[in-house]
């Protein structure tokens, strides 16, 4: 009977180490890991852009009239492969991720990922990202602080494009499609446009459901003509 207990015992102890270490390992080691590869996209994009290896035909002017006059469509994106840096203000001047094609698990874990079924970044349609939560560097731990007029800023390395999100966090389930329509479903548009739509896990640590916000294209500008507004401190 003794060994029993202390046999069980043990067993108790195995069981409670490999959880505490589970938990350290999503906690803390996939945040480092996620971290390090994200760093790793947008230095592999920003060697890219310093070569000019950038996508073509994406340039305009700034202001509205950039706007309405629309970049040209860039070249096709890439499976897997990063082709722009996102920057929210509200999430702090040092927040910044790169946004990948594909929405897969392994894309995920590197940073952002694009919806491949939606608009291209900055043209007529609706621009759609996903991100985690939590894990994987946290990337919308945060989601549920955006607001109406808030920034969400992309460079594709020739262009900074400047949305502006029109509605606080709308929660739905992760079977709401419609939420990436080119005109998305309860955003409140009323006609096609330029918009961009987030997605995240709802609630923070699990995901039965999904949290979106919605934005409309507010102005462009070359990146030689400087970081746009939104981004000065």
Known sequence: MRVLVRTFSELCITVGTLIVLFVVYVLFWTGVKADNAMDGEIDKLQDQWAQGSVPTGTGGGGGDDAVDSAPKKPAAYKDGKPFA??????????????????????????GLGHYASTAQLGQKGNFSVAGHRRTYGDPFKDFPELRPGDAVVLT?????????????????????????????????????GRYLTL?????EWG?????????????????EAGKPEALRR
């Not at 594709?156 to 709401?176: A, H, Q, V």
């Not at 995901?207 to 990146?223: F, K």
């Open 85 to 110: 840096v996102m920057y929210i203000p509200r999430f702090g001047f040092t927040w910044n991720k790169p946004v990948l094609q594909g929405t897969g698990t392994d894309v995920l874990k590197k």
């Open 156 to 192: 594709d390395g020739t262009t900074w494009f400047t949305y502006r999100i029109d509605k606080k966090p709308y929660k739905t389930l992760p079977s709401d499609i419609g939420v990436i329509d080119p005109v998305p479903r309860k955003s409140g548009y009323d006609g096609p």
């Open 199 to 203: 997605t995240t896990c709802e609630p």
């Open 207 to 223: 995901h039965s459901h999904r949290l979106i916000v919605w934005a409309h294209l507010d102005a462009t500008q070359p990146v």
